[in-house]
């Protein structure tokens, strides 16, 4: 059965803190892992992994995908309030079926 | 392209009656992906489809919920007969052909009381 799962399930830090949060997934014919983060509303797109050992970054948030481990890592650098969400792995595989991990609620106190 | 576009928003029902969910991909996706949202149990897949295809129904809870995909720009989802454990936010959402990311609709969050 496909799977993903992601860690720690919730995670309080302070502004400023650094986090990882991480991601393992078994799923049948892999093909891309994305990262999703989701605030009140419907989850918008972070980043898509394809291949392994390439950081993908975007201001303060990078990702990298390991295929040899089957993870991949959120590093979220200087927190804010606003980096306060669930933020859902997702894997890809071969009949392009999308499954998600269950997310990690990320707080951020002042 | 105005993204995916779900209707209703909001839905609050009576346990028994029929309910029925609406999505409009974006314009050229061949995958539509139908979710539910839970505080207990995340996001869980409930059926996809490639093509107008239904390729994977396993997470479709029971004989209640059914999905279809009549054409290319549009889906339903329903429950028939609907009950209080179905409230939940049911989120649809599109993907195209290559390796690219799935974009989500704002969701619909059904009640049932």
């Known amino acids: 059965e496909d799977k993903v799962v992601q860690s720690p399930l919730s995670l309080v830090v302070h502004e400023g803190d650094t986090v990882t949060l991480n991601c393992s997934y078994e799923v049948t014919n892999f093909r891309s892992l994305l990262w999703y983060k989701q605030e009140k509303k419907a989850p918008t797109f972070l980043f898509m992994l394809?291949?392994?050992?390439i950081e993908k970054k975007s201001g303060r948030l990078s990702s990298i995908l390991d295929k040899k481990e089957l993870s991949s890592i959120l590093n979220i650098t200087a927190t804010q309030t606003g980096d306060s969400a669930i933020y859902l792995c997702?894997?890809?595989?071969?009949?392009?079926?999308?499954?998600f991990g269950q997310g990690t609620r990320l707080t951020i106190n002042p | 392209d105005a993204g995916v576009i779900q209707s209703p928003r909001h839905e609050v029902t009576e346990m028994g009656q029929e309910v029925t969910l609406r999505c409009k991909p974006i314009s050229g996706h061949n995958s539509l992906f139908w979710y539910r949202q839970t505080m207990m149990r995340g996001l869980e897949l409930l059926i996809y489809f490639n093509n107008n295809v239904p390729i994977d129904d396993s997470g479709m809870p029971e004989d209640r919920f059914s999905a279809k995909m009549p054409n290319a720009s549009f889906s339903t989802l329903k429950i028939q007969p609907s009950e209080p454990r179905d409230s939940a936010v049911y989120f649809c959402?599109?993907?195209?052909?290559?390796?690219?990311?799935?974009?989500f609709g704002q969701g619909t969050r059904l009640t049932v009381v």
């Open positions: 394809t291949s392994s050992g």
């Open positions: 959402a599109s993907m195209g052909q290559m390796n690219t990311e799935a974009f």
């Open positions: 997702a894997a890809i595989q071969g009949a392009q079926k999308l499954v």
